[in-house]
């Protein structure tokens, strides 16, 4: 079993910057990727960015370019570097895991609220 704890978010002015980190915890050992995805209310949640244990990422169209995912020190830490903030970014955004042999992230955190207003 894995544990997931996001932190990070907040009120930001458009063209701002926060960066989101997330902790896992237990079974570690059986990551295979760790990601954020985001949810807007009245929207669906959709993939933000992820990066596997050897360290391919991936980025959602909409984020290519100022956002940045990656991992410092081991696989069951992983952060968000968002740039150029813009209101259409304003969502719950989770962090989630993906293991070993499964088909798709099979672990997430309970959200952290990222608002970009004036």
């Known amino acids: 079993q894995v544990q997931l704890v996001e932190s990070g978010g907040g009120l930001v002015q458009p063209g701002g910057s926060l960066r989101l980190s997330c902790v896992a915890s237990?079974?570690?050992?059986?990551?295979?990727?760790m990601g954020w995805h985001r949810q807007a209310p009245g929207k669906q949640r959709e993939l933000v960015a992820d990066i596997t244990i050897g360290g391919t990422t991936k980025y959602a169209d909409s984020v290519k370019g100022r956002f940045t995912i990656s991992r410092i020190g081991a696989e069951s830490w992983v952060y968000l570097e968002m740039n150029s903030l813009q209101p259409e970014d304003t969502a719950v955004y989770y962090c989630n895991a993906h293991t070993r042999h499964s088909l798709g992230y099979n672990y997430w955190g309970q959200g952290t609220q990222v608002t970009v207003s004036s």
């Open positions: 237990g079974t570690t050992s059986a990551l295979y990727a």
